[in-house]
């Protein structure tokens, strides 16, 4: 991709905000905010954001997942079936309007279990699992922390259909190992934690948390086990399980819910068991935040100079920038390195080296290729780690194979 005809607005005027992450990817041009807790997502943030959704779907597509689009809008009396349309708990966070007798769903579970009833009839229909990428709204009265909290985001949601109470939970501890293996692939840290089911659920629900000096969680952790507690469950644990946690701040990247047979029931959907007996289906919930990852991403991995984003995530692989030559070793690398299937951003503008230099270190790139007037002199180009800050002088015709050999590890 040519710089010169990529759309990234970066900023110099950004005031300094309690939230890193807005704070540096406004400044880097990743977002700009439209309204309170609602960010546009710019070309760089959507190709971050298509990066962490295909990891995702990778995982979730292993764990028998088929993908899925639903619409934002869901009626009234499919809320009022499952008593959700006047419950005050789901009233503060959620949009409704009650002319048009429609709402902005935060979640999906009714129009899911309706879908999935159309088809359902025995048991050898079982299991079902959905899943989709959306944007969600909910009525945050304080948004902050930019990415972290909105009323307005992506999500991905899964909700999966079972027999029984026993194959639902063996599905539920296999997703709980998926969300592992995602945060693991995205560079992140994330702890399995005990937690409320909210308005969603009776029962206990699983969080994920990773630890971040500025979160909103409080929770309540076994380094060795990657497990722990969320601070509002404190008071329903044995105090014996609490001892020897560490009590950290932390954000919550996912989570997953066992929701009984309380939705199916609410529209009638049932189904036959093997022995011909009509039975109530089980079902969980399962989501993660897509924006809220991009979020927590650029508020761990940062310095003085901007973002450093991880390969697997970043919106580029490679910033090439050509300062000598009059760009044309620049144009052959990009060629090269574009036909080598390198993802490389080209800084093909007419702009001063130093705002050059400072940008591809702003954006988060994890390598950059410097050609200049220095480096010409050698017939060499300049590869920085961004990461490492690791610096070096690498053969022209051996920068394809040296870059891809790093980018391999």
């Not at 300094?16 to 704070?23: C, H, L, R």
Request: a neutral charge.
């Amino acid at each position: 991709m040519r710089r010169s005809q990529f759309y990234i607005p970066t900023r110099r005027d950004v005031a300094k905000q309690e939230s890193i992450n807005a704070y540096l990817l406004t400044r880097a041009g990743y977002i700009s905010q439209i309204t309170a807790g609602a960010y546009a997502l710019l070309p760089l943030a959507v190709r971050s954001i298509h990066k962490i959704e295909q990891i995702i779907r990778e995982e979730m597509d292993a764990l028998g997942g088929s993908e899925v689009i639903f619409t934002a809008l869901q009626p009234k009396e499919t809320w009022e079936k499952s008593g959700r349309w006047d419950d005050p708990n789901f009233r503060q966070i959620v949009y409704q309007d009650e002319e048009a007798g429609m709402t902005f769903g935060a979640t999906h579970e009714e129009p899911m279990a309706l879908v999935v009833k159309e088809k359902v009839q025995s048991y050898r229909d079982l299991p079902v699992v959905l899943y989709q990428f959306q944007t969600k709204f909910r009525k945050e009265l304080r948004p902050k922390s930019g990415l972290l909290r909105g009323r307005e985001f992506r999500m991905k949601d899964l909700y999966s259909f079972h027999e029984d109470e026993k194959a639902h939970d063996k599905f539920y501890e296999q997703s709980a190992a998926s969300y592992l293996k995602v945060f693991e692939r995205l560079g992140l840290e994330a702890y399995r934690v005990k937690a409320s089911g909210g308005v969603f659920s009776s029962e206990f629900s699983d969080e994920f948390q990773v630890i971040c000096p500025t979160g909103e969680d409080e929770v309540l952790l076994d380094h060795k086990t990657k497990t722990g507690f969320n601070k509002e469950v404190e008071g329903s644990v044995p105090k014996h399980q609490l001892k020897g946690l560490e009590r950290v701040k932390a954000v919550e990247v996912g989570n997953i819910f066992h929701l009984g047979t309380k939705y199916p029931d609410a529209f009638d959907f049932k189904f036959l068991d093997s022995s011909g007996k009509r039975r109530s289906i089980y079902m969980g919930s399962y989501g993660i935040g897509i924006t809220r990852l991009l979020g927590i991403l650029a508020e761990l991995n940062n310095d003085e100079h901007g973002l450093k984003l991880p390969l697997q995530v970043a919106p580029f692989q490679v910033v090439l920038v050509d300062l000598a030559s009059e760009g044309k070793v620049g144009e052959q690398l990009y060629k090269e390195l574009g036909a080598s299937g390198v993802d490389v951003l080209y800084d093909d503008r007419d702009e001063a080296p130093g705002i050059k230099l400072v940008e591809s270190d702003l954006i988060g790139v994890p390598f950059r290729v410097l050609h200049s007037q220095k480096t010409a002199q050698e017939g060499k180009v300049e590869l920085k780690n961004r990461l490492s800050g690791k610096i070096q002088l690498v053969a022209k015709d051996e920068l394809v194979e040296k870059l891809k050999a790093e980018l391999s590890r």
